[in-house]
């Protein structure tokens, strides 16, 4: 045999399921869910940094329209918004809400993307459906053992089963033949046995591998680690789910009088009070699965008895958020700039809420904050949001003074605005094709820095807007000017 005909690794074929264990997470990790596995590590990242602001977890939100217009929406609904106020930005969300229950929120949010379409639906839909009911059950169960980490708990509770999740959404051919499998077994021994005969493995090990590749948080190991032993928030973990598996059989069922019995016993209060506080957290698991985007799954919690299920588009309907003019979203969030700034806030706080502001507000797509360097002859991207915004900064980054009819130097050193129908200069190498504004960033009596915002090719640009834009720019001096003055 010649030596160079031979290989060392033969890679499998690009249709061939994946064999074992460690095949499945790598091809659901990067080919089924690298989106997901991206959002993860970004909040996650963002949340283990003590010294990471709202700014940061808003810039990852608003990468995404869908999920920015979803956590707004949450954010105003009842469920998490008992206050009734009114929330227009990502910004203002963290704040009225807290910062880690938006970063659970986009995680939850995040999941259901990546598993609401595609795989068996019945399967992916039954697994979701039980997910947010023992996630709404475990959160419950905190609260009434006095815990402060309840949203914690409904996040962790809600990706306990992540991996059962992906495999009905992506198994292929092997999902097929283990969903015949199960049609003949009821009883967990069957099953564990379906899934030892079909994959090698049972899919409990699947969730667990997944949740340590993608670094999910402790407690969600914990919780699906048997081997851990229970404290409050694992325990409240592990009955939500024992709840939502027991209602699958009957809420009347001899199981779920079982279980019931547990939560009490942990909980401390009657059996009756319990039961009609799972009734209710059951339409509240409901509400939250459309709130997420998971309709099918809303409509698959199974209702108590006797209780009349919430049509889906009523739940829908209930976290929408209140109709609202751009008028008055650009005011809202003006004041909400104004009173940062007279709170001493960053200028990356101020810089991020006057992105929104300039994305949300006056309907841009892409916005950059470019600061200039200290030694006064370059320009460099700071701050962006919207879509394609990251590259778009990093590649705004320019030596200034090269040529008067440039438009960054022109605002550079007119201090003055400019529209313009399309990119032209410098800027035709790093933007698209649609209408601009540029507007400088001023500091006692200087030019520091240049805001850029674009609309994508085919859109039009009025002069209501532009101002508007120039508003923002406004504000973001006032900030310099307030670092200036603050001596920072």
């Given at each position: ?33 690298p ?8 909040v ?34 009842a ?47 039954e ?7 023992a996630?709404?059950?475990a ?8 815990e ?31 969903d ?37 948080s ?31 059989v ?6 779920m ?25 059951s ?22 008895p ?27 969030i ?21 992105c ?33 915004s990251?590259?778009?900064a990093?590649?705004?980054n ?7 009819s ?13 529209m ?12 698209g ?56």
């Amino acid at each position: 045999m010649n030596p160079e005909l031979d290989f060392e690794d033969i890679p499998p074929l690009t249709n061939a399921p994946p064999q074992g264990l460690s095949a499945w997470v790598d091809h659901i990790r990067e080919q089924d869910m690298p989106a997901f596995g991206q959002t993860v590590e970004a909040v996650r990242g963002i949340v283990a940094d003590d010294n990471a602001s709202a700014s940061r977890l808003a810039s990852v939100i608003l990468r995404d329209q869908a999920t920015t217009t979803k956590v707004l929406k949450l954010a105003n609904s009842a469920y998490f918004n008992a206050s009734r106020q009114g929330v227009s930005t990502i910004s203002r969300a963290i704040v009225v809400l807290g910062f880690d229950v938006v970063a659970d929120m986009t995680l939850g949010l995040a999941l259901v993307d990546a598993l609401v379409k595609g795989g068996l639906r019945s399967r992916v839909t039954e697994e979701m459906a039980r997910c947010f009911l023992a996630a709404s059950v475990a959160r419950g169960l905190a609260k009434m053992r006095g815990e402060g980490r309840a949203e914690e708990v409904f996040i962790a509770a809600l990706l306990a089963r992540v991996g059962e999740m992906a495999f009905w959404c992506f198994g292929g051919e092997p999902a097929e033949s283990l969903d015949a499998r199960l049609d003949a077994v009821s009883d967990d021994a069957g099953i564990l046995a379906a899934q030892q005969s079909v994959l090698g493995f049972p899919l409990r090990q699947l969730t667990t591998q997944l949740a340590r590749e993608w670094r999910l948080s402790a407690l969600l190991n914990d919780a699906i680690d048997p081997s851990v032993k229970s404290g409050t928030l694992v325990e409240s973990i592990r009955l939500g789910h024992a709840v939502a598996k027991a209602v699958d059989v009957g809420w009347d069922s001899p199981k779920m009088r079982g279980v019931l019995s547990n939560a009490a016993a942990f909980t401390g209060l009657p059996l009756d009070e319990l039961n009609k506080e799972f009734i209710r957290l059951s339409s509240e698991a409901s509400r939250l699965a459309a709130g997420y985007g998971a309709r099918d799954a809303a409509a698959a919690i199974p209702a108590p008895p006797g209780a009349v299920p919430e049509p889906v588009d009523e739940v829908v309907a209930a976290v929408e958020l209140s109709s609202v003019s751009p008028a008055e979203r650009q005011l809202s969030i003006l004041r909400d700039l104004s009173m940062r700034i007279l709170s001493g806030a960053s200028f990356a706080d101020v810089a991020y809420l006057a992105c929104e502001g300039v994305l949300h507000g006056v309907g841009f797509d892409r916005v950059v904050v470019a600061l200039v360097a200290p030694n006064r002859r370059q320009i460099i991207g700071k701050y962006a949001l919207g879509n394609q915004s990251e590259g778009l900064a990093r590649r705004f980054n320019f030596a200034l003074g090269e040529s008067q009819s440039d438009p960054i130097d022109l605002v550079f050193q007119s201090h003055k605005p400019l529209m313009l129908e399309r990119p032209r200069g410098r800027l035709q190498g790093i933007a698209g094709t649609g209408p601009c504004c540029l507007a400088p960033i001023m500091g006692v009596g200087r030019c520091v820095g240049i805001i850029f915002a674009e609309r994508d090719a085919d859109s039009t640009l009025d002069e209501a807007s532009y101002y508007a834009f120039v508003h923002f720019a406004q504000h973001l001096s006032l900030a310099v000017h307030s670092l200036r003055g603050s001596g920072t």
